[in-house]
């Protein structure tokens, strides 16, 4: 047992009647990273978080927040962790400052701490416009901020946050990372679920690829890419006939390659080689190709054979 | 035991603070509510009946009233209120992120909804006492019965928010139980000059015949030993209920 292992989850099991929505899953997660659960919707990401802030209890298995054990003492671990579900749990007829003093009670803060508390992280997601507004009359962004700030409220060693950014516009999602990253300069640990992988890849030390309820993959982004594919990725359409004359000329085959109807994605070390390869021996009909750094997304691919964007 | 008295009262906090908002909307039909009755059933109808019970129909009907106004209070909050705080504001999901726990949230709402059935039986006394319905200093004792009224109500309530899956069910909860508790339970007239033996026995279980009884007591000044059995059945149903209520909260909102 690891003093500095934030989260410790060993052999974690979670069944909901005949379901199994986790599945022996093992996590640790060290202070300080920016640690990123990785999996299309249902594959068990708020259920595994759920379990680790002791909203629900595993069938088996424990779990360990900061050497506390969850199922044990609750309040200990929850007073030093901060959670931002999926859903927006705002209370829409107050304000957003109303919304952080209770928030902020909820975690026994008092006069003056409170408001000091609720001043600072206002400033921190730049609230104070609309600090005054009933919540219900805010944008979608405005309110998420507001969520991830209800969860700063007593300064968490732990920050989790399900879906951050899901359903917001690219410049929301990039303030939001900016925040995030501040957060984790500053010594959170934060634990992200997504199932965007330019966020896992822009934000996350280390992932976890979470398939039916199981990790299939961990490691830090570029390491995953590297383990399970290779650096570069060229793409194009062929039919499977045309695929194998089209590399077997390449003298040296190249490493991984994948399919996905007409598409084929190989993976190698230098995609130039390749785009030059397959230029020459297209003379002067020139096919559409894309060449590409590999990224998370092709690895889920390469290791459950569905994609994830968009999968259900 | 995992209950925390700061916690739960932190949960209180939070209905208090959006309860302080529309308080004013919500206390004039609590003064208006009781006048129509006094001035329907009490006035009109009461100008036929010389006497009920050894007493003026309105002398009768004023402190079974307040008890109404009491289990109102209370069971508007743990029904409509707290299904929706449970289902569509996802309260209690966020709750359970900070370390409040299940015993604390129920603590919590159970206080409120105290509160709430406080605040009804205060505003209903207040309309009783402009009438001359409310004799000084005996029918002050009905302060204490407003909270027992309270608290059976909520634990009832509770129970059956918790444990019902939509929430178009609230209807049979009103239609089928707590609007026969109101016309059936010594409130209109004394059940005892109504019913034949056995059938005595069998309304006693109604829950709101207690506090009634209670109440009535109190505003005539009048003591008996029956009124024992009242107060033992209030706590003693309110007890079990709860703590029915606090399994049902924990796998309700820990799933």
Not at chain 1, 251 to 267: E, F, H, N
């Amino acid at each position: 047992m690891s003093a500095s292992l934030i989260v410790e989850a060993a052999s974690v099991t979670k069944r909901f009647g005949d379901r199994l929505a986790v599945d022996r899953l093992d996590l640790r997660i060290p202070g300080g990273l920016c640690f990123g659960l990785l999996g299309p919707n249902g594959a068990g990401k708020t259920t595994t978080l759920r379990m680790i802030y002791g909203a629900t209890q595993p069938s088996s298995g424990a779990i360990r927040l900061f050497g506390i054990d969850i199922a044990r003492d609750p309040r200990a671990a929850r007073s030093r962790l901060g959670v931002t579900l999926q859903q927006n749990v705002l209370i829409e007829a107050l304000s957003p400052e109303e919304n952080l003093r209770v928030f902020g009670r909820y975690h026994l803060l008092r006069e003056p701490e409170l408001s000091r508390r609720m001043r600072e992280v206002i400033d921190f997601l730049e609230l104070k416009s609309h600090a005054r507004l009933p919540v219900k009359q805010l944008s979608g962004g405005f309110q998420r901020r507001l969520a991830i700030a209800l969860s700063l409220m007593n300064r968490p060693e732990l920050l989790i946050l399900d879906e951050p950014t899901t359903g917001l516009d690219p410049a929301v999602r990039l303030a939001l990372w900016s925040r995030v990253r501040e957060l984790r300069a500053g010594g959170t640990t934060v634990l992200l679920t997504t199932h965007y992988m330019d966020e896992a890849q822009r934000l996350c030390d280390r992932v976890a690829i979470i398939s039916e309820g199981r990790a299939i993959a961990e490691g830090a982004p570029g390491e995953l890419i590297t383990t399970h594919l290779a650096p570069e990725t060229v793409e194009f359409d062929c039919a499977p006939e045309e695929e194998s004359a089209l590399l077997s000329s390449m003298g040296s085959l190249p490493g991984r390659r994948l399919r996905a109807g007409r598409r084929v994605m190989v993976y190698l070390e230098d995609a130039t080689v390749l785009v030059d390869h397959i230029r020459h021996r297209d003379q002067g009909d020139r096919r559409e190709m894309v060449a590409r750094p590999t990224n998370l997304e092709d690895v889920f691919l390469a290791l459950t054979g569905t994609r994830l964007e968009g999968a259900q | 035991m995992s209950l925390s008295l700061p916690h739960a009262l932190s949960v209180w906090r939070r209905n208090a603070s959006m309860y302080r908002r529309t308080w004013k909307w919500n206390i004039l039909p609590n003064f208006f509510e009781p006048v129509l009755y006094l001035a329907s059933i009490g006035v009109g109808l009461g100008a036929y009946i010389t006497e009920m019970d050894g007493t003026s129909y309105a002398a009768f009907l004023a402190p079974a009233l307040v008890c109404v106004a009491a289990m109102n209070g209370a069971s508007f909050e743990v029904t409509y209120n707290i299904f929706v705080r449970l289902t569509f504001e996802k309260a209690y999901d966020a709750m359970l992120t900070t370390p409040i726990e299940p015993d604390d949230v129920l603590a919590g709402e159970i206080l409120w909804a105290l509160t709430r059935a406080c605040i009804y039986g205060s505003c209903f006394y207040a309309a009783l006492a402009l009438f001359g319905l409310t004799p000084f200093p005996s029918s002050l004792l009905v302060f204490l019965v407003i909270p027992l009224a309270g608290l059976l109500f909520a634990a009832i309530g509770i129970v059956f928010t918790l444990k019902i899956p939509h929430i178009e069910l609230y209807s049979f909860y009103y239609t089928l139980f707590l609007t026969p508790l109101f016309l059936f339970s010594d409130v209109f007239f004394p059940l005892k000059e109504r019913l034949a033996g056995p059938w005595l026995w069998v309304a006693e279980a109604l829950p709101l015949l207690h506090p009634v009884r209670l109440a009535r007591a109190a505003f005539r000044g009048e003591a008996s030993f029956i009124l024992v059995w009242d107060l033992v059945y209030l706590l003693a149903l309110s007890t079990l209920l709860l703590i029915w209520a606090r399994r049902a909260a924990r796998q309700r909102l820990t799933n």
